[in-house]
């Protein structure tokens, strides 16, 4: 269940999709803050306020501070249009195109305090087809990322999520996801083209 929508932007389109569908919905503009962390804090507290365990960022282009990922460790979903590790942070999909890839995607994942770094937990492929440009891939990449985003929560929802923490200091924490194959990417009983595993 959806405790709450929240933005720092006042105009956010996912605000009015919220109110319509009768969820709960709160600006915290970060711009009254003196620094992230205060921000942060604010955040945690209208979260914590509406029973959230889980935290999707949807759009949100804020990087969080510990603050923020302390308060929900391993709680905290983002969905990131590309197939990290490659091309994390802005403009990933022109990115793609700069590198002349011929597959890019979309990446779901837990954030941590690193740059789209934190635990894979799926993946979807979307080619890059000739002619293409920023506008017309991240157009289909976008149709990808909202499924795979869909699917990943619906994951989480059932339980079926496990996160291993690091195996040696300075390692990364293991996303699993129970019912997936984890060396094929595929979901016990059906096709899926998302793929899990390791952060960056």
Same mark, same amino acid.
């Given at each position: 269940?959806?405790?709450?929508?929240?933005?720092?932007?006042?105009?956010?389109?996912?605000?009015?999709?919220?109110?319509?569908?009768?969820? !709960?919905?709160?600006?915290?503009?970060?711009?009254?803050?003196?620094?992230?962390?205060?921000?942060? #804090?604010?955040?945690?507290?209208?979260?914590?306020?509406?029973?959230?365990?889980?935290?999707?960022?949807?759009?949100?282009?804020?990087?969080?501070?510990?603050?923020?990922?302390?308060?929900?460790?391993?709680?905290?979903?983002?969905?990131?249009?590309?197939?990290?590790?490659?091309?994390?942070?802005?403009?990933?999909?022109?990115? =793609?195109?700069?590198?002349?890839?011929?597959?890019?995607?979309?990446?779901?994942?837990?954030?941590?305090?690193?740059?789209?770094?934190?635990?894979?937990?799926?993946?979807?492929?979307?080619?890059?087809?000739?002619?293409?440009?920023?506008?017309?891939? #991240?157009?289909?990449?976008?149709?990808?990322?909202?499924?795979?985003?869909?699917?990943?929560?619906?994951?989480?929802?059932?339980?079926?999520?496990?996160?291993?923490?690091?195996? #040696?200091?300075?390692?990364?924490?293991?996303?699993?996801? =129970?019912?997936?194959?984890?060396?094929?990417?595929?979901?016990?009983?059906?096709?899926? !083209?998302?793929?899990?595993?390791?952060?960056?």
């Amino acid at each position: 269940r959806v405790r709450l929508v929240l933005s720092n932007r006042p105009g956010a389109a996912g605000l009015a999709r919220a109110e319509r569908a009768g969820i !709960p919905t709160r600006v915290i503009s970060h711009q009254g803050f003196a620094d992230r962390d205060s921000f942060d #804090a604010a955040v945690v507290a209208a979260l914590r306020e509406a029973g959230a365990a889980w935290v999707v960022l949807a759009g949100f282009m804020r990087l969080l501070t510990p603050t923020f990922l302390d308060a929900f460790p391993h709680r905290v979903v983002n969905i990131h249009p590309s197939l990290l590790p490659s091309f994390p942070g802005v403009d990933a999909q022109q990115q =793609a195109l700069d590198h002349g890839v011929r597959i890019t995607g979309c990446t779901v994942h837990l954030v941590d305090t690193g740059t789209d770094t934190g635990p894979i937990l799926a993946q979807a492929a979307v080619p890059v087809l000739d002619g293409d440009d920023r506008d017309a891939l #991240a157009a289909r990449i976008l149709v990808e990322e909202h499924a795979l985003l869909v699917r990943a929560l619906s994951w989480i929802a059932e339980g079926r999520l496990r996160v291993a923490p690091p195996a #040696a200091p300075g390692g990364r924490a293991r996303a699993t996801i =129970a019912g997936v194959d984890t060396a094929l990417g595929l979901a016990q009983g059906g096709r899926a !083209p998302e793929q899990v595993g390791e952060g960056a």
